[in-house]
């Protein structure tokens, strides 16, 4: 019965990591959007005072519980497919490591 029950909690737990994590992509792009603007402060909320960090844990609490699950067991587990978390890239820049040919195609589709 022990094992029963932790193969059922596993099962259920699964859709709660699995899933588009809506609010820690949120979170991801708020941050993105803080580091094109201000790098310094980016990385003065990244290295010296943690509010990326601590602003991920609070957004995984409602992703873990609600939103991962729901979206997991009652949309894409019968629809076959996944439901991707849209990004916000914010124009300008690209990065120095990306490819000639990413950059050029990421540079047409920003203007």
């Known amino acids: 019965m022990r094992t029963l029950s932790a193969l059922f909690l596993a099962l259920v737990c699964s859709g709660c990591v699995t899933g588009p994590s809506h609010c820690g992509n949120k979170v991801n792009d708020f941050f993105d959007g803080i580091y094109k603007d201000e790098p310094v402060l980016a990385g003065a909320m990244t290295d010296v005072v943690p509010v990326y960090f601590l602003a ?5 609490i409602p992703d873990f519980l609600v939103l991962n699950p729901v979206q997991f067991w009652a949309f894409d587990i019968w629809r076959g497919e996944g439901a991707p978390y849209k990004h916000k890239n914010p124009p300008g820049k690209v990065a120095w490591f990306l490819s000639e040919p990413q950059r050029r195609s990421e540079t047409r589709a920003s203007r």
């Not at 991920?56 to 995984?60: G, I, Q, T």
């Open 56 to 60: 991920k844990v609070v957004a995984f």
